[in-house]
């Protein structure tokens, strides 16, 4: 099962592609063991003695672990929803990565630059399991503030933060 930080990198870069909407896992039941599946919930036990599916112990725990990590993701989605349904800003960026991508993607990196109350509003996603020194370049020069995941630094127009494996980062630029 994917860790917490593949969970986090899907779902903003589903956001910075323009979804309206997360779906993850079904909500563990009895019901939903009946069909011989097994989804997340706070707290999941092995068996729910009616017949159905009988999961180990490390699933119990990763159904468990997955409802904390998918939680702590809307938490912080919610946290800027108005931010996230602001205009997505017409200024023009370039975004340049250290290393080559080591999958399928060629652009292993993707981002959403968002206007908002006028501030500039910045969120990245690496979505590769390999590290990644990236650097936004912008037409402005303004001060940063990191909202989630590593530090960023800003020299000129450019932004630069290292992002690890499914990495994210979302920020506050002001002019």
Known sequence: MPPAKFLRAQAYASLIQGATGLIWFCMDNAYIRSASLYGVAP????????????????????????????????????RLEDVWL???????????????????????????????????????ANIENYPHGVQVILPIEPSVETLLGPTASIEGGTL???????????GKLTT
Do not use: M, N, R
């Not at 370039?94 to 292993?108: A, L, M, Q, R, Y």
């Not at 630069?160 to 979302?170: I, P, Y």
């Open 43 to 78: 707290s999941v036990p092995q068996d729910y003695g009616e017949g159905g599916l009988v999961i180990s112990e490390a699933q119990a725990y990763w159904a468990s672990y997955a409802w904390a990590a998918i939680a702590a993701i809307v938490a912080d989605v919610s």
């Open 86 to 124: 602001a205009p997505t800003s017409a200024l023009d960026y370039v975004i340049t990565f250290d290393e080559e991508s080591f999958t399928w993607s060629k652009d292993p990196i993707c981002a959403i630059l968002k206007e908002y109350e006028g501030d500039y509003y910045l969120f990245i």
């Open 160 to 170: 630069s933060v290292e992002l690890g494996a499914w990495g994210v980062w979302g």
